[in-house]
């Protein structure tokens, strides 16, 4: 009897010790297998960074100034593999928790990737219109969040589902990087600058664009408490134009279909452009209305080649057009940056970058739940780059032609403390009117270097847009247009409609001496 206890016993022993023998040989493998449904799940959150980040199209790059190097691919891949570490971490501490903790976590994991899904989906498609985005990616969170933990088993063998569906999805992590950094940069780098001339004009000339500046909203309409001291105070002494039309409204084009894309190569070339085909080497071609033969933007006969002929020196600053690697050759000083979204406003420091672009994953280009967005910050120092630039060229005596191409008052808006936040991003009159005073702040600093190196008696002044304000309720398709002549003291108001498209000939007509009144403005619009 005693010795088949024994037997019993020693037989339960060792089957004990093949189980567990068992369980600790299964132990690594249930471990591997659960780090690569966290890799995976992981990765599936960062896709929408992937996605922004590897250039899509070759037209792309023609709006780039750089492409992701090693430290911003560096942070994504840092993001995925923390991110995958800490759900495993939470998956082996599971079992431990209470079951509403467990049921919640599912909750949370499911509703995080329906809110970056949601965000991602519509900022590609437009899914929705972006004032309701935001609301809408909140409520699709919240319902997904009380679904799953309603539904918990079903929530946890979705989540399964889709880790393992989106296994073939890490080689967008782990490959294309590769690619991307081993491959030669399809991106050209800006030419040199063209060597200064000796050269200067009877009267220099700045032209200054102003993106998206509308006249009815500025001065026909203006928004109720808008201030526009320093305009109030140069209009009163220079030649405005009410009845300005936007370059393409020439051609039919609604205010809400137009682009700084083609208006603002139509400005610069005198001509309007009607289409322009970007090119995957980081060049457009652009398409003349009047069936002139197309030709690369930065070639032929621009301002900036006109004024040079001329034995002048130009110089630009300016955002959204690859200005400085178009026409480079032309200008004797420049500085241009790129709009900034998803795919350019990350730090390329990787430790910054990974927290950037964990940040973004939350955020569309206007809305973010944490303050003003990272487009908008960037955006900002930006605006601030542009005006530092435009206050040294205006000072600077070598430079007979200046040309600045601002990014206000286009969106997105940066000068109210809660932009960014429910109710605070996209067109608003009272955004809107604060982007006209930044405007008009910004004439007067320009004013201010113009008079400190004594050159305002040299100098002339165009101030215009390339369209108008395209979101609001009501538009328009008049910009301002308002030229100070060096001397001028008493203002001419201009009533006649006209096209913008001449404001490179009246430009130059300026700086050589063949415009040096108002009266005269008026005579070369006529014609």
């Not at 799940?41 to 960074?49: D, P, T």
């Not at 590897?54 to 840092?78: E, H, M, N, Q």
């Not at 004009?201 to 009815?216: A, S, T």
Request: net charge neutral; charged share 15%.
């Amino acid at each position: 009897m005693n010795r088949a206890s024994d037997r019993d016993a020693d037989s339960s022993v060792s089957t004990r010790e093949e189980l567990n023998t068992a369980k600790a040989q299964r132990l690594p493998e249930n471990l591997w297998l659960t780090w690569l449904a966290s890799l995976s799940f992981a990765n599936l959150v960062y896709l929408r960074a992937w996605g922004y980040l590897i250039p899509r199209f070759s037209g792309d790059l023609f709006f780039r100034k750089t492409l992701p190097g090693f430290g911003l691919y560096f942070a994504v891949f840092g993001d995925v593999i923390l991110l995958s570490l800490l759900i495993a971490l939470t998956i082996g501490i599971a079992p431990k928790l209470p079951g509403w903790v467990r049921r919640g976590l599912r909750a949370a994991a499911i509703a995080i990737v329906v809110l970056i899904g949601t965000l991602a989906a519509s900022s590609r498609i437009h899914i929705l219109p972006a004032k309701d985005l935001p609301v809408a990616a909140v409520l699709g969170f919240l319902a997904a969040a009380g679904l799953a933990y309603r539904f918990s088993s079903a929530a946890s063998r979705g989540l399964t589902l889709a880790a393992v569906a989106g296994t073939p999805c890490l080689a967008v992590t782990f490959l294309a990087p590769l690619y991307f950094l081993t491959a030669p940069s399809p991106l050209p780098g800006d030419p040199p600058l063209a060597p200064r001339l000796a050269g200067a004009p009877p009267i220099r000339v700045l032209w200054i664009i102003f993106d998206e500046w509308d006249q009815r909203l500025s001065f026909t309409d203006r928004i109720a408490g808008t201030r526009l001291p320093v305009l109030d105070g140069l209009d009163s002494r220079s030649f405005v134009a009410t009845h300005a039309l936007a370059v393409q409204s020439d051609m039919g084009i609604p205010v809400n279909k137009m682009a700084t894309l083609l208006a603002i190569p139509s400005l610069l070339y005198g001509k309007h452009v009607a289409d322009l085909k970007l090119q995957g080497n980081g060049s457009a071609r652009m398409y003349f209305a009047d069936g002139d033969p197309p030709g690369l933007f930065g070639a032929g006969q621009s301002i900036f080649a006109r004024v040079r002929s001329s034995g002048w020196n130009s110089a630009v600053a300016g955002w959204y057009l690859p200005y400085c690697r178009a026409f480079g050759r032309e200008l004797y000083n420049c500085y241009w940056d790129e709009s900034y979204g998803k795919a350019s406003s990350a730090s390329h420091s990787p430790i910054e970058a990974a927290v950037d672009e964990t940040r973004m994953l939350f955020e569309t280009i206007a809305f973010s739940p944490f303050g003003p967005t990272l487009g908008t910050v960037r955006h900002f120092n930006e605006y601030e780059t542009l005006l530092a630039t435009a206050k040294r060229n205006a000072a600077d005596p070598s430079v007979g032609f200046s040309f600045i191409h601002f990014n206000i008052p286009h969106l997105p808006y940066f000068d109210q403390p809660r932009i960014g936040g429910l109710g605070y991003y996209g067109y608003r009159d009272d955004l809107y009117s604060d982007a006209l005073e930044r405007v008009d702040s910004s004439i007067g600093e320009i004013l201010k270097a113009l008079r400190g190196a004594g050159l305002d008696s040299k100098t002339a002044i165009i101030l215009s847009s390339d369209h108008p304000q395209r979101q609001s309720p009501q538009t328009d398709p008049h910009v301002p247009f308002i030229v100070h002549l060096p001397g001028q003291e008493t203002g001419t108001v201009y009533n006649r409609e006209f096209s913008t498209i001449k404001t490179a000939d009246v430009a130059l007509a300026i700086a050589g001496g063949g415009i040096r009144t108002p009266a005269d403005i008026e005579q070369f619009l006529l014609r």
